[in-house]
C-alpha cells in the first residue's frame, strides 16, 4: 500500500502564490507517474499537472505557464508551484500517483483545500 499526503494549501489572493506539496509513503517499489488533479464541488475533477521518472511534464491548458511541477525521484515526492493564482483555481487539489509492482496501481491522496479570493 501507498500512502500519499498533501500539505501546503490555504487562502490566497488573486495573484499571489502557492506551493503544495505531496510524500508517498509505505511500501513503495516504483512510483511511475505522479500528478496533481483538482476539483470544484459538482464538477469533475481535472488534470492540472503530471511529471513522470525522466522528468517529463504535462499540464492542463488552463495553466497557461503560471504552475510548475517537479519531483524528487528519491524521496518520491511531487511539488507544485502555483503562481499568478485566480479566483477560478479554488478548488480541492489531489495528489495522484501510480505504482507498479508486478501491476499498475494509482492512488489518490487526500485532497487539500485551495481558496484564491478576489
Known amino acids: 500500500q501507498v500512502q500519499l499526503v498533501e500539505s501546503g494549501g490555504g487562502l490566497v489572493q488573486a495573484g499571489g502564490s502557492l506551493r503544495l506539496s505531496c510524500a508517498a509513503s509505505?511500501?513503495?517499489?516504483?512510483?511511475?507517474?505522479m500528478g496533481w488533479y483538482r476539483q470544484v464541488s459538482g464538477k469533475q475533477r481535472e488534470l492540472v499537472a503530471t511529471?513522470?521518472?525522466?522528468?517529463?511534464?504535462n499540464y492542463g491548458e488552463f495553466v497557461k505557464g503560471r504552475f510548475t511541477i517537479s519531483r524528487d525521484n528519491a524521496k518520491n515526492t511531487v511539488a507544485l508551484q502555483m503562481n499568478n493564482l485566480e479566483v477560478e483555481d479554488t478548488a480541492v487539489y489531489y495528489c495522484?500517483?501510480?505504482?507498479?509492482?508486478?501491476?499498475?496501481?494509482?492512488?489518490w491522496g487526500q485532497g487539500t483545500q485551495v481558496t484564491v479570493s478576489s
Open positions: 511529471i513522470i521518472n525522466d522528468g517529463t511534464t
Open positions: 495522484h500517483a501510480y505504482h507498479y509492482r508486478m501491476a499498475l496501481t494509482e492512488y
Open positions: 509505505g511500501t513503495i517499489f516504483r512510483i511511475t507517474r
